[in-house]
């Protein structure tokens, strides 16, 4: 089967330059050079079947990429989305709104909403509004307006 290989043979990035006096698992081990630069030994079969491509320096571009694309979308989808975790509660929770709690005034008792949001730990109000919906539009969205990190 190591027949299959000659010097000059491309896999991936890599250049079959000799075979070498090495044997791995039985088979032929071939010196390589990468496209990098770099020399490499590598296992007939493994090159045959592709497991072998490069030096390792196309694994690590690879990766390197996906952490890049994964970065990338997190900023698309908003600095928001990351900071707030798990930590509120959600769209239908008992008022309705996201970051709007209930509270009660200490002197009067009388129902009011809030507005608050967590940003990096720290949390910030806004209160006294009638309706949950108040307390979103004109105090929670504003609340995102001042302490969320602007894009
Ligand atoms: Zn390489």
Not at 60 to 77: F, G
Not at 91 to 97: A, E, P, Q, R
Not at 109 to 132: C, M, P, Q
Request: net charge positive.
């Amino acid at each position: 089967m190591a027949g299959n290989i000659t010097a000059g043979d491309r896999f991936g990035r890599l250049t079959v330059l000799q075979k070498t006096d090495l044997r791995k698992r039985g088979k032929i081990v071939w010196a390589c050079k990468c496209d990098c630069g770099k020399y490499i030994n590598a296992v007939s079969t493994d090159l045959t079947a592709g497991d072998t491509q490069s030096c390792g320096c196309l694994k690590k571009e690879m990766e390197e990429k996906h952490l890049r694309e994964k970065y990338d979308e997190k900023r698309v989808n908003g600095v928001a989305l990351q900071l707030f975790k798990d930590k509120e509660p959600r769209k239908d929770s008992s008022t309705g709104y996201r970051g709007v709690s209930k509270y009660y005034t200490r002197k009067s008792k009388e129902l009011r909403y809030r507005a608050w949001i967590t940003v990096d730990g720290k949390r910030h109000y806004k209160s006294g509004f009638n309706t949950a919906e108040d307390a979103y539009y004109k105090g929670r969205l504003m609340l995102e307006d001042l302490h969320l990190p602007k894009k």
